[in-house]
Every structure is written in structure tokens, then in C-alpha cells.
């Protein structure tokens, strides 16, 4: 730790705050993608941001891989049948964050007759409407985690001035190394992706950020761009590869966009507004493989990991696929499992019910034992300071945890809990055991009623 | 059944809460009790030059910190927290203040005080507005006048009895010039008085009198970032500034407990600002004010009274220098 803080890092970074939490990627980043395909799969129909979409199917109906089986009435992200089947149940069950939601859950037959999702001939050549049009039919949601429907961040207003597209292959979580994975493996569908993500929102740059502790998938990117010959391709786009600093949390977006660009994300905006468009690695597969297969989405590349699991492993799973069938494919628990997460460790949520399954984005599911979290409960604030050095935002958690010890939550605005994304740098860094972050929710939680109240 | 029987038993207690699920590892625990291992180079050289009654003085102040943490913490019935060690803390920060020829039972007496009034009563670790250990010091100065400005002794390594003797910064009230005349003159042939102060050769209390000592314990807890130097530089500073009105400027600097305050009384997290500028502005305070007391005052030290003054000043100071928030305000464009 430095004294003050003249330690620069020379790979580029984001300007203030981060941690470096010990990484546990070695549990599963030398473990090629294996698929796993259940007999069950239950697909809750609330997958992205937005409104549910409403069952298309009922009981007893059959389905075909990739057939819509929900939609949004009035236009929005369809949801397709992962598995080809038989529909067993249209009933409410539990979901990751919204704990219950609609869910059709189909039983697998046969995979005969079902779709190859081969290339479409001419797809290089389409329209940028016509690609859009494929990403959302395919219901492409941004897989790092977020679920933002992807055709909506590629639609730009009108007025919007983008040069910039980058690909975040950060995966700056702890444990997780399923975009590592995607990276190595699949380096031919990231990068044709980037290349029709960039082609829709017509910029000339396109730049994939890898944190340098995943050296081995730049390498491979790059030499992936070499040998496509993306540059004879599209001589439009020029795609670069820059190593970042391995610092938590390089992948948030306004963090990225700094790191790559040097531009700050104004207030409450978007990269949107400083020329930038972020998207995730696995997204940018899905883009490639909705605009040139017209595959929807249908499966995630998840890591199951932890000290819990007998086996972590990187997993290729159809979505609806529920944790017990994962458990039981990944060997069971190994010792006492105190905590299951969807997602990382930093921002991943706690689930209570085996049944849950995995949603469009599900990029983790770890299984933590007592030595690897902290149950002990919380102290006081003793002013250390520490969560201040760690806020990416440069917020106070401190304070804000202290107003709503004592209920005043709509005096925290000050201290900038609006701009909170709840990355977890704080808490991670508090050494009283505070839930900084859970006091942010708290605070924004009262905002959110108080406007409610107003309208 | 028997299918039932391969699912995977839902574990009994998983627990539910909001990320992060991982943690530094460091615990306000950890960290006190490194503050209180990096004070230990500091009493042993006490004991080595003032005996065994610094460690009597010692463990009396300590128990009389825990006993009023526990009974505290038995009256509001809440979990006990003297293993913290932050009661400890206190306890040595206290005994560090104090004259090394002091009655046992006084620091006793003493640390109960300031752990009741300064910690307990305002709600326990994280609420005092006071450092507990100075608050201590001065009621006893209120109390026990005598005993806490007449017990110096003079240090004297393996010497089987020490004598009473004054401090420098004590004379010079008293005598200015013409004491330290004195004072120079009693120096063995060729001994530097400097350094005799800086390797802890002269009376003053207990924790106080070994800058080397104290600097040794600080550059541990620099290197475990547990402290940062804005606030001990920037009292070093001010005192620096108030220097030259001082009969001997260097003497000054290495007199009283100047380094004792400056790295371990008024870097205490609670009772101190967050921000490197909030920190300097906290530290040419205290640096300034002290020396204003030592010069001016009625008492020959003024770390003591400065440091609590500009405690009360830290609230004020977090609200005025706040951190740089990453994006500027105002709506995108």
C-alpha cells in the first residue's frame, strides 16, 4: 500500500477507487466450456429490463428448439424454447432476483428435427435495420449481467455522436472466467460479433479491453483479428486490443470507458453521451449468432465455482436450467455451503431455492463456504476512510451509512447514493463488516417511494 | 424416494444478504491490535530507562480502560467489545501520557474516567467526538495535579533507581534561556543533546520521551496503510513553524509528546478527518496550536489541548473537504 498515492499503474485504468480482491480463477480458468443439457428446463419469462413477456404456450403443448414460447404484447424481447419438449407446467416459481415469477417449465423429448441454426447466406450484407431486427427477434439481452435489451442500447437517438464501440472482455468479478473461456475458444464469434455490433452503430473504432490477468485471450483475440484479416474485410472498422490494469471494477462501463478512452460518463448519463457504446463479449456472440445464424438465445456460457462445488467447472447450458440439476452434474457440494450466488462475488445474488434456474444473465454461480465469506456480523463506523479510497464514484458510504442507522434516508443524496451501481468496493474494503452497499439500496429505496408518492 | 434421495439436499443454513460475498480481510479488531503492538518499541524503552513501575503504570491504566469498556457495554447489554482491543488502545495511550514516577492507582482511576465519558456515554467505538486516551490525560491533569507535573525521572539505561528530575519544555517555561543554559551545561563532554532527545535519553512520560521508539512503531503501521502521514507531517509542520520562537528550535521539536501525539493520538480514525486535505488543514491545526500553548499557554505542552481542539474541528473538516466524485455534476449532454 502506498503512502500517498503516487503509485500509477502503466496499463491504462479508471481514474480513482477499485479493490483487488484475491481472484479464485484458478478453480476453473483452465477448464474448456463442457455443455450440459437437463431433462427439465423452467424458464421464468421476466429475462432483461422491461416489461414480462406473457406465455405464448400452455400445458401439454410441444416445442421445438428456438420456437417463441412468451412474448411482450405491443413489441419487446421474446423468450424461446431452449430445448425441444413437451410444456409440463405454465405456473409461478421462484426467480434469482425477482424471487417468483411466471415460468414454463418443459420436460425434454427428442432432439430430432430440431433446428441447425446454420449461416444465412448474405447476413454480412444486411441492412442495419434488418441486423437489429434479428437481434431482437433472437432476444439478445446484454449477458455480462445486466439484461439490457441489446437491440434497444443499438437503436441510438437520432442526435447521438458514436465513434466508439468497446467490447468488455474485463470480467473483473472474482471467480468467474466464462468470458475468459468465450474469448479462447470462441475468438472467431467475438470478434465477427464486435464487427456487426460496430456496423450497426457505424463507428470506425472498435476496441475489445481485457484485463491483464487474461493476458492468453488478448493474444488469442488479436491473432484472431489478424488471421479473419478483419482489416481487408472491413477496412471501415478498425479493431484494437488493449490490456487494462486488473483492478475491481474494470467492467463496470463508466470504468471501462475511462480506462480505454480517457472519457468521463457525465452524471446520470450513459458512455452514450461521451461517443461510446459498451458490450460484453458473450453479447457480442449473441449479436453474431442472432444476425448470422438468426439463433436466438437460447443457452449461456456460466461458470460454477466456488469452494462448495466438487467440480467448478465452465458450463455451455440451455437457460431455465435449474441450480440441483447443476449441483448434481457438477458432483455435488464439497463441504458446508453457506452462501449460493448468481453472479459474482462482489455484485452476485444470494439465492434461498434450489429451483431457481439460470436466467438469460447468469454469468456465475458460485458455491461459498464459510472460509471464503464473512458471516460475522457488522460494527460500527470508525471514520477509517477506507471505503472512500475504494469508491470507484468517489461517494461517501460512510456517511450515508450513517443517516440510515439513524432512519434519515432522504438525506443521502449528498452523499451521492444516485450515483451509486453498487459495486461492492466498499463493503468489500470496510473493516467493520458494514453492508455499505445494502445501506445504498436502503437509501435509494426511499428515493424511489418518495417519487413514487410525488407522481 | 430413491430419486428423491440423489437431489442435492438444500443446505440448512444459507444465508441471504446483499453483495459483496468477499472481503478484504482486514477487521477493525486486526487493526487495533496493530496499532497496540506498534506502540510496545515505545513502553519498552520506558521500562529500560525508567524500570519496572512504567509497566505497573501500564497495566493499570489498561485494566482500568477494559473494566469500564466491560461494565459499559454490561449497562447498555450489549456484546461485550474488549477483545477489540480498541479499550487497550486507550488504555496504553493513556499510560503513555503520564509522568513515569505517578502512583500505580491513579492511572487505574484515570482510564476508567475517559473510557466512561469520552467512549461510553456517547455509544461506544465510532461515536466519540474525543481521542479517549487524551480526555483521560486531561482529567488527571484536573485530578491529580501534582503527581501529573512533578514525577518526572530522569531516564537512566540500566541504572538500578531513577532520579526525579524536570522536563525541557517544563524548564524553559519556567526558566527560559537561563534553564536551558543549565541544561546544556550538565551534558557529559561531547554529548549531542539532540540526540540524547532522540533516542529517548530525557524525562517526560512514559510513551513519549524515544522519538526513535516511536517512529519505529509508526513505520509499521505505515507499512501495514493502517496510517497515512498527512496528519503526523502536517503537525510536524506547524510545530516547525512555531520552532523559531523557541529558545532551542531543535530541542523543541524532539521535546514533549510531539511524536506520541503526532503519529498515534491524532491519526485515531474516529476522532480524526477522512480526506488528505480535511487531514492537512486537522494537522497545521493541531501543529499551530500547540505550539501557540508551548509558547504562550500556561502549560508547558499543548499537543494534548490542540489535539482536542481540532477534534472538535473534524466534523466540520469532513463536511468541507469532501471526496472528488468521478463524474462532475450537471445533466448529459
Redesign the interface.
Known amino acids: 500500500m502506498s503512502l500517498f498515492s503516487w503509485h500509477k499503474s502503466a496499463l491504462p485504468t479508471f481514474s480513482r477507487g477499485g479493490v483487488h480482491p484475491e481472484e479464485h480463477k484458478g478453480l476453473t480458468e483452465n477448464l474448456p466450456i463442457e455443455t450440459f443439457i437437463p431433462t427439465t428446463v423452467s424458464i421464468p419469462v421476466s429475462q432483461s429490463l422491461g416489461a414480462p413477456a406473457e406465455p405464448l404456450v400452455a400445458k401439454a403443448a410441444m416445442v421445438k428448439r428456438g420456437d417463441v414460447i412468451a412474448t411482450v404484447p405491443g413489441g419487446g424481447l421474446s423468450l424461446h424454447a431452449p430445448i425441444s419438449g413437451i410444456v409440463k407446467s405454465v405456473q409461478t416459481g421462484p426467480h434469482p432476483t425477482l424471487v417468483h415469477d411466471t415460468t414454463i417449465t418443459i420436460l425434454a423429448k427428442s432432439a430430432e428435427g430440431d433446428p441447425e441454426f446454420a449461416e444465412q447466406p448474405g447476413w454480412q450484407t444486411l441492412a442495419i435495420p434488418q441486423m437489429l431486427d434479428r437481434i431482437k427477434e433472437a432476444g439478445v439481452v446484454g449477458l455480462g449481467g445486466a439484461a439490457f435489451p441489446t437491440y434497444r442500447k443499438l437503436m441510438l437517438p437520432k442526435d447521438a455522436k458514436v465513434d466508439t464501440l468497446v467490447i468488455n472482455g474485463s470480467e473483473c468479478e472474482p471467480y468467474l472466467t466464462c468470458d475468459y473461456r468465450v474469448m479462447l475458444e470462441e475468438s472467431e464469434r467475438v470478434v465477427l460479433g464486435s464487427w456487426v455490433i460496430a456496423k450497426i452503430i457505424g463507428v470506425k473504432n472498435c476496441v475489445i479491453g481485457i484485463e491483464s490477468n487474461k493476458q492468453p485471450a488478448a493474444e488469442q483475440m488479436r491473432k484472431t483479428i489478424a488471421a479473419l484479416g478483419m482489416e481487408a474485410m472491413d477496412p471501415a472498422v478498425k479493431m484494437s486490443v488493449v490490456v487494462t490494469e486488473t483492478k475491481y471494477p474494470q467492467g463496470s462501463e463508466k470504468q471501462l470507458v475511462q480506462s480505454l478512452t480517457g472519457r468521463l460518463v457525465p452524471k446520470g448519463g450513459l458512455p452514450l453521451h461521451v461517443g461510446v457504446v459498451v458490450q460484453n463479449v458473450a453479447t457480442a456472440v449473441a449479436c453474431l449468432d442472432a444476425v448470422r445464424n438468426r439463433k436466438p438465445v437460447i443457452e449461456r456460457v456460466l461458470t460454477v465455482s466456488g469452494a462448495g462445488i466438487k467440480n467448478p467447472k465452465n458450463l455451455r447450458v440451455p437457460i431455465g436450467t435449474s441450480v440441483e440439476d447443476i449441483i448434481l452434474h457438477c458432483g455435488g457440494y464439497n463441504g458446508d455451503v453457506v452462501k449460493i450466488l448468481f453472479g459474482g462475488p462482489m455484485m452476485g445474488r444470494t439465492i434461498a431455492d434450489l429451483d431457481v434456474s439460470v436466467t438469460k444473465g447468469t454469468s456465475g454461480l458460485l458455491f461459498l463456504t464459510e472460509a471464503e465469506t464473512n458471516l460475522n456480523s457488522y460494527q460500527p463506523c470508525i471514520s477509517c476512510g477506507e471505503c472512500l479510497d475504494a469508491c470507484p464514484m468517489g461517494l461517501e458510504p460512510n456517511r450515508v451509512s450513517q443517516y440510515i442507522e439513524v432512519n434519515r434516508p432522504l438525506e443521502t443524496e449528498q452523499f451521492g447514493v444516485k450515483e451509486c451501481f453498487e459495486c461492492g468496493c466498499c463493503s468489500y474494503s470496510c473493516p467493520s463488516h458494514r453492508p455499505l452497499v445494502q445501506f445504498m439500496q436502503v437509501a435509494k429505496a426511499a428515493y424511489r417511494r418518495q417519487e413514487r408518492k410525488a407522481k | 424416494m430413491s430419486d428423491e434421495s440423489?437431489?442435492?439436499a438444500?443446505?440448512l443454513?444459507?444465508?441471504?444478504?446483499?453483495?459483496?460475498?468477499?472481503?478484504?480481510g482486514?477487521?477493525?479488531a486486526?487493526?487495533m491490535w496493530m496499532v497496540n503492538l506498534s506502540l510496545l518499541p515505545a513502553l519498552l524503552w520506558a521500562w529500560a530507562v525508567f524500570g519496572w513501575a512504567v509497566l505497573a503504570i501500564t497495566l493499570s491504566s489498561i485494566l482500568g480502560c477494559v473494566i469500564a469498556e466491560y461494565a459499559v457495554c454490561r449497562i447498555a447489554k450489549t456484546a461485550s467489545t474488549i477483545a477489540?482491543g480498541s479499550a487497550v488502545c486507550s488504555g496504553l495511550l493513556l499510560a503513555y501520557t503520564l509522568p513515569p514516577g505517578m502512583p500505580i492507582w491513579m492511572p487505574f482511576i484515570g482510564g476508567m474516567l475517559a473510557l466512561i465519558f469520552t467512549k461510553g456515554i456517547f455509544?461506544?467505538?465510532?461515536?466519540n467526538i474525543f481521542n479517549v486516551a487524551l480526555v483521560g490525560r486531561a482529567m488527571m491533569m484536573a485530578t491529580f495535579p501534582v503527581e501529573m507535573t512533578t514525577r518526572w525521572l530522569t531516564p537512566a539505561l540500566g541504572k538500578a533507581d531513577a532520579v526525579s528530575a524536570a522536563t525541557f519544555l517544563g524548564q524553559i517555561k519556567l526558566g527560559g534561556q537561563e534553564a536551558l543554559t543549565k541544561m546544556l551545561a550538565a551534558l557529559p563532554d561531547g554529548g549531542q543533546l539532540w540526540f540524547e532527545f532522540f533516542l529517548g535519553m530525557r524525562a517526560g512520560s512514559i510513551g513519549e520521551v524515544s522519538v526513535l521508539m516511536i517512529l519505529l512503531g509508526a513505520a509499521f503501521l505505515?507499512w501495514?496503510?493502517i496510517i497515512?502521514?498527512y496528519i503526523p507531517l502536517s503537525i510536524l509542520v506547524g510545530v516547525a513553524l512555531m520552532a523559531p520562537f523557541s529558545p532551542a528550535p531543535a530541542i523543541y521539536m524532539l521535546s514533549g509528546g510531539l511524536w506520541l501525539g503526532a503519529f498515534f493520538m491524532a491519526t485515531d480514525?474516529?476522532t480524526?478527518p477522512?480526506?488528505p486535505r480535511g487531514q492537512i488543514i486537522f494537522g497545521l491545526g493541531i501543529g499551530l496550536l500547540t505550539g501557540i500553548i508551548r509558547n504562550w499557554g500556561g502549560y508547558p505542552e499543548g499537543i494534548c489541548y490542540a489535539i482536542m481542539l481540532m477534534n472538535i474541528l473534524t466534523p466540520a473538516l469532513?463536511d468541507w473537504f469532501?471526496?472528488?466524485?468521478?463524474?462532475?455534476?450537471?445533466?448529459?449532454?
Open positions: 440423489d437431489k442435492p438444500n443446505p443454513h444459507l444465508h441471504l444478504s446483499s453483495g459483496p460475498h468477499i472481503f478484504s482486514r477487521s477493525t486486526q487493526i477489540d455509544g461506544g467505538l465510532g461515536y505505515l501495514k496503510g497515512k502521514l480514525y474516529v480524526s477522512t480526506q469532513n469532501r471526496p472528488k466524485r468521478l463524474t462532475a455534476g450537471g445533466a448529459p449532454s
